[in-house]
Protein backbone atom coordinates (compact mmCIF):
# COMPACT_ATOMS: atom_id res chain seq x y z
CA UNK A 1 0.00 0.00 0.00
CA UNK A 2 1.13 3.62 -0.91
CA UNK A 3 2.32 5.64 1.90
CA UNK A 4 0.38 8.72 2.32
CA UNK A 5 2.64 10.95 2.34
CA UNK A 6 4.17 9.59 -0.80
CA UNK A 7 0.47 10.98 -2.66
CA UNK A 8 0.48 13.79 -4.76
CA UNK A 9 -0.36 17.10 -2.98
CA UNK A 10 -3.57 18.59 -3.93
CA UNK A 11 -3.48 22.23 -5.02
CA UNK A 12 -6.12 24.12 -6.45
CA UNK A 13 -5.19 27.40 -8.03
CA UNK A 14 -7.43 30.25 -8.91
CA UNK A 15 -7.44 33.31 -10.52
CA UNK A 16 -9.13 36.38 -12.50
CA UNK A 17 -9.33 35.94 -16.35
CA UNK A 18 -5.81 37.11 -17.61
CA UNK A 19 -4.05 36.60 -14.69
CA UNK A 20 -1.77 33.11 -16.26
CA UNK A 21 -3.75 30.76 -14.48
CA UNK A 22 -3.44 28.19 -17.72
CA UNK A 23 0.02 28.81 -17.44
CA UNK A 24 0.78 27.88 -13.97
CA UNK A 25 -1.53 24.93 -13.79
CA UNK A 26 0.37 23.70 -17.07
CA UNK A 27 3.59 23.95 -15.42
CA UNK A 28 2.02 22.45 -12.06
CA UNK A 29 0.28 19.12 -13.82
CA UNK A 30 3.81 18.60 -15.34
CA UNK A 31 4.82 17.13 -11.50
CA UNK A 32 4.61 13.66 -9.88
CA UNK A 33 3.82 15.27 -6.41
CA UNK A 34 1.32 17.93 -7.07
CA UNK A 35 -2.70 16.64 -8.30
CA UNK A 36 -4.98 19.25 -9.66
CA UNK A 37 -7.78 16.70 -10.26
CA UNK A 38 -11.07 17.65 -8.70
CA UNK A 39 -14.37 16.27 -7.94
CA UNK A 40 -16.73 16.42 -10.83
CA UNK A 41 -19.74 14.71 -9.96
CA UNK A 42 -21.94 13.06 -12.02
CA UNK A 43 -22.30 13.80 -15.97
CA UNK A 44 -25.91 12.61 -16.24
CA UNK A 45 -27.49 14.06 -19.02
CA UNK A 46 -25.15 16.59 -19.71
CA UNK A 47 -23.10 15.12 -22.80
CA UNK A 48 -26.74 14.06 -24.74
CA UNK A 49 -27.69 18.21 -23.72
CA UNK A 50 -24.03 18.92 -25.18
CA UNK A 51 -24.34 17.09 -28.16
CA UNK A 52 -27.81 17.97 -29.08
CA UNK A 53 -26.63 21.77 -28.48
CA UNK A 54 -23.65 21.40 -30.68
CA UNK A 55 -25.95 20.07 -33.38
CA UNK A 56 -28.48 23.27 -33.31
CA UNK A 57 -26.30 25.80 -31.97
CA UNK A 58 -23.47 27.77 -33.62
CA UNK A 59 -21.49 31.25 -33.17
CA UNK A 60 -22.45 33.57 -30.04
CA UNK A 61 -26.13 31.12 -29.44
CA UNK A 62 -23.46 27.89 -28.93
CA UNK A 63 -21.78 29.90 -26.75
CA UNK A 64 -23.99 30.98 -24.55
CA UNK A 65 -25.45 27.44 -24.25
CA UNK A 66 -22.40 26.29 -23.87
CA UNK A 67 -21.54 28.48 -20.65
CA UNK A 68 -25.04 27.75 -19.52
CA UNK A 69 -24.17 23.79 -19.27
CA UNK A 70 -20.83 24.80 -18.00
CA UNK A 71 -22.23 26.57 -15.03
CA UNK A 72 -24.88 23.69 -14.36
CA UNK A 73 -22.00 21.73 -14.08
CA UNK A 74 -19.81 23.44 -11.37
CA UNK A 75 -23.54 24.21 -9.32
CA UNK A 76 -23.37 20.75 -8.76
CA UNK A 77 -20.18 19.95 -7.15
CA UNK A 78 -18.31 21.85 -3.69
CA UNK A 79 -15.63 24.39 -3.54
CA UNK A 80 -12.50 22.84 -4.35
CA UNK A 81 -14.53 22.12 -7.74
CA UNK A 82 -15.10 25.68 -8.24
CA UNK A 83 -14.32 27.13 -11.86
CA UNK A 84 -10.79 28.82 -11.61
CA UNK A 85 -12.26 32.13 -12.33
CA UNK A 86 -14.39 32.06 -9.76
CA UNK A 87 -14.82 33.59 -6.60
CA UNK A 88 -13.85 30.70 -3.98
CA UNK A 89 -16.55 29.39 -1.87
CA UNK A 90 -15.32 27.80 1.47
CA UNK A 91 -16.58 24.46 2.48
CA UNK A 92 -15.43 21.03 3.80
CA UNK A 93 -14.03 19.67 0.52
CA UNK A 94 -10.94 21.36 1.12
CA UNK A 95 -10.39 19.70 4.26
CA UNK A 96 -11.42 16.48 3.03
CA UNK A 97 -8.71 16.19 0.16
CA UNK A 98 -5.94 18.21 2.63
CA UNK A 99 -6.20 20.51 -0.18
CA UNK A 100 -3.90 24.15 -0.34
CA UNK A 101 -5.06 27.32 -2.94
CA UNK A 102 -2.86 29.51 -5.20
CA UNK A 103 -4.48 32.74 -5.46
CA UNK A 104 -3.30 34.73 -8.37
CA UNK A 105 -3.00 38.38 -8.30
CA UNK A 106 -2.70 41.03 -11.07
CA UNK A 107 -2.31 44.96 -10.81
CA UNK A 108 -5.71 46.18 -11.11
CA UNK A 109 -4.64 48.74 -13.68
CA UNK A 110 -2.51 45.90 -15.93
CA UNK A 111 -5.80 43.63 -15.45
CA UNK A 112 -8.18 45.82 -16.82
CA UNK A 113 -6.33 46.91 -20.01
CA UNK A 114 -5.68 42.75 -20.31
CA UNK A 115 -9.33 42.54 -20.09
CA UNK A 116 -10.36 45.37 -22.88
CA UNK A 117 -7.78 43.31 -25.20
CA UNK A 118 -9.21 40.15 -23.94
CA UNK A 119 -12.41 39.97 -23.39
CA UNK A 120 -13.11 36.54 -22.16
CA UNK A 121 -17.17 35.58 -21.52
CA UNK A 122 -18.23 38.99 -22.68
CA UNK A 123 -21.76 39.04 -23.56
CA UNK A 124 -21.75 42.63 -24.94
CA UNK A 125 -20.63 43.87 -28.49
CA UNK A 126 -16.60 44.67 -28.41
CA UNK A 127 -15.32 48.12 -27.78
CA UNK A 128 -11.92 49.50 -28.67
CA UNK A 129 -12.36 52.46 -25.97
CA UNK A 130 -10.46 51.62 -22.19
CA UNK A 131 -12.88 54.36 -20.90
CA UNK A 132 -16.51 53.63 -22.44
CA UNK A 133 -14.97 49.67 -21.43
CA UNK A 134 -14.73 50.36 -17.71
CA UNK A 135 -18.00 52.42 -17.70
CA UNK A 136 -20.12 49.59 -19.29
CA UNK A 137 -22.05 46.95 -16.76
CA UNK A 138 -20.78 43.31 -16.78
CA UNK A 139 -22.62 40.12 -17.48
CA UNK A 140 -21.08 37.58 -14.95
CA UNK A 141 -21.45 33.82 -16.11
CA UNK A 142 -23.28 31.83 -12.54
CA UNK A 143 -19.83 29.47 -11.87
CA UNK A 144 -18.09 32.66 -10.86
CA UNK A 145 -20.30 33.02 -7.58
CA UNK A 146 -21.01 36.41 -7.82
CA UNK A 147 -24.53 38.66 -8.61
CA UNK A 148 -25.45 38.18 -12.31
CA UNK A 149 -24.61 41.68 -12.81
CA UNK A 150 -21.97 44.32 -12.16
CA UNK A 151 -21.42 47.73 -12.30
CA UNK A 152 -18.38 47.87 -13.89
CA UNK A 153 -15.89 44.63 -15.15
CA UNK A 154 -13.32 46.22 -12.62
CA UNK A 155 -16.06 44.79 -10.22
CA UNK A 156 -14.72 41.52 -11.06
CA UNK A 157 -11.04 42.10 -9.82
CA UNK A 158 -12.68 43.93 -6.17
CA UNK A 159 -15.14 40.87 -5.78
CA UNK A 160 -12.75 38.15 -6.41
CA UNK A 161 -9.27 39.47 -4.25
CA UNK A 162 -11.57 40.58 -1.61
CA UNK A 163 -13.11 37.08 -1.80
CA UNK A 164 -9.43 35.63 -1.39
CA UNK A 165 -8.59 37.78 1.81
CA UNK A 166 -11.54 35.92 3.19
CA UNK A 167 -10.03 32.63 2.48
CA UNK A 168 -8.55 31.77 5.91
CA UNK A 169 -9.83 28.41 6.59
CA UNK A 170 -7.62 26.39 3.91
CA UNK A 171 -3.73 27.05 3.50
CA UNK A 172 -3.10 29.41 1.06
CA UNK A 173 -0.74 31.16 -1.09
CA UNK A 174 -0.92 34.42 -3.38
CA UNK A 175 1.19 34.58 -6.64
CA UNK A 176 1.73 37.76 -8.20
CA UNK A 177 1.15 37.54 -12.04
CA UNK A 178 3.84 40.39 -12.09
CA UNK A 179 6.56 37.72 -10.29
CA UNK A 180 5.59 35.00 -12.55
CA UNK A 181 6.00 36.26 -15.54
CA UNK A 182 9.28 37.43 -15.40
CA UNK A 183 10.69 34.18 -13.23
CA UNK A 184 7.46 31.73 -13.58
CA UNK A 185 10.08 28.90 -12.38
CA UNK A 186 11.44 30.74 -9.23
CA UNK A 187 8.09 32.55 -8.27
CA UNK A 188 5.94 29.27 -8.30
CA UNK A 189 9.12 27.39 -6.91
CA UNK A 190 9.03 29.73 -3.42
CA UNK A 191 4.81 29.13 -3.32
CA UNK A 192 5.57 25.48 -3.93
CA UNK A 193 8.02 25.79 -1.07
CA UNK A 194 5.92 27.66 1.02
CA UNK A 195 3.50 24.47 0.91
CA UNK A 196 6.61 22.11 1.69
CA UNK A 197 6.21 20.44 -1.43
CA UNK A 198 9.05 19.92 -3.32
CA UNK A 199 9.51 22.21 -7.34
CA UNK A 200 11.98 19.18 -8.64
CA UNK A 201 11.27 18.91 -12.05
CA UNK A 202 9.57 22.49 -12.43
CA UNK A 203 9.98 23.81 -15.81
CA UNK A 204 9.15 26.88 -17.83
CA UNK A 205 6.57 26.23 -20.53
CA UNK A 206 8.28 26.26 -24.06
CA UNK A 207 5.78 27.98 -26.13
CA UNK A 208 2.85 30.43 -25.52
CA UNK A 209 0.13 28.44 -24.58
CA UNK A 210 -2.45 30.84 -26.46
CA UNK A 211 -2.42 31.99 -29.99
CA UNK A 212 -2.25 35.45 -29.42
CA UNK A 213 0.41 35.48 -26.83
CA UNK A 214 3.84 37.24 -27.20
CA UNK A 215 6.77 35.33 -27.26
CA UNK A 216 8.03 35.00 -23.28
CA UNK A 217 11.26 37.25 -23.72
CA UNK A 218 9.09 40.03 -25.12
CA UNK A 219 6.40 39.39 -23.08
CA UNK A 220 9.03 40.07 -19.80
CA UNK A 221 10.31 42.97 -21.46
CA UNK A 222 7.04 44.55 -21.46
CA UNK A 223 5.88 44.24 -18.31
CA UNK A 224 9.21 45.18 -16.77
CA UNK A 225 8.49 48.27 -18.31
CA UNK A 226 4.91 48.54 -17.54
CA UNK A 227 4.12 49.02 -21.60
CA UNK A 228 0.29 48.93 -20.26
CA UNK A 229 0.57 52.46 -18.91
CA UNK A 230 0.38 53.33 -22.42
CA UNK A 231 -2.79 52.39 -22.90
CA UNK A 232 -4.38 54.47 -20.42
CA UNK A 233 -4.63 57.95 -20.52
CA UNK A 234 -5.28 60.90 -17.56
CA UNK A 235 -9.03 60.20 -17.75
CA UNK A 236 -9.09 56.59 -17.86
CA UNK A 237 -6.73 56.43 -14.27
CA UNK A 238 -8.91 58.48 -12.76
CA UNK A 239 -11.76 56.46 -13.85
CA UNK A 240 -10.09 53.32 -12.82
CA UNK A 241 -9.12 55.15 -9.55
CA UNK A 242 -13.01 55.15 -9.00
CA UNK A 243 -13.56 51.80 -9.76
CA UNK A 244 -10.89 50.02 -7.74
CA UNK A 245 -11.27 48.75 -4.25
CA UNK A 246 -8.34 50.44 -2.67
CA UNK A 247 -8.01 48.53 0.63
CA UNK A 248 -7.88 45.20 -1.33
CA UNK A 249 -5.54 46.31 -3.66
CA UNK A 250 -2.83 47.91 -1.07
CA UNK A 251 -3.57 44.18 0.57
CA UNK A 252 -1.99 43.07 -2.22
CA UNK A 253 0.84 45.99 -2.77
CA UNK A 254 -0.77 47.50 -5.43
CA UNK A 255 -0.66 51.29 -5.25
CA UNK A 256 -2.51 54.43 -6.96
CA UNK A 257 -1.47 55.67 -9.99
CA UNK A 258 -1.85 59.70 -10.34
CA UNK A 259 -3.52 61.17 -13.40
CA UNK A 260 -1.38 63.96 -13.77
CA UNK A 261 1.04 61.81 -14.60
CA UNK A 262 -0.43 61.00 -17.63
CA UNK A 263 -1.06 62.17 -20.59
CA UNK A 264 -4.26 63.96 -22.20
CA UNK A 265 -4.43 61.16 -24.68
CA UNK A 266 -3.32 57.33 -24.63
CA UNK A 267 -0.63 56.72 -27.29
CA UNK A 268 -1.67 53.09 -27.67
CA UNK A 269 -5.29 51.62 -28.67
CA UNK A 270 -6.88 48.41 -27.22
CA UNK A 271 -7.05 45.59 -29.77
CA UNK A 272 -9.37 42.62 -29.68
CA UNK A 273 -6.65 39.90 -29.76
CA UNK A 274 -9.60 37.36 -29.68
CA UNK A 275 -12.44 36.48 -32.25
CA UNK A 276 -14.50 39.40 -33.91
CA UNK A 277 -17.28 38.30 -32.44
CA UNK A 278 -17.91 38.97 -28.23
CA UNK A 279 -18.07 36.50 -25.73
CA UNK A 280 -15.23 34.19 -26.34
CA UNK A 281 -14.28 31.31 -24.27
Known sequence: MTN?????????????????TRAVMQMLRALDQ????????????RDRMEAHIRQHMKGMSLKLFMDALEDIKHAQTGGM????????????????????????????????????EHPYHARAPWVGDLGVFM????????RENIAPILYSPMELWNIKLRRYRSFSAVPS??????????????SLSAILRGFDISPEGLAEI???????????????????DEGWKAYFCADTIAQANALIDWEVAAAYGYARLDPADFPARA?????NKLQPEAGQS
Not at 84 to 106: G, N, T
Not at 173 to 186: M, Y
Open 34 to 45: VSLSMPRGEAGD
Open 206 to 224: ARPIKAHAAAPEKRKAFYA
Open 173 to 186: QVLHFEDFVQAPVK
Open 81 to 116: SDWKHAAPRIDDSYKALEASVIFLVRNPYSWIWSLA
Open 135 to 142: ARPWLSVA
Open 267 to 271: SRQII
Open 4 to 20: PSEQPRKLKVFGERNTA
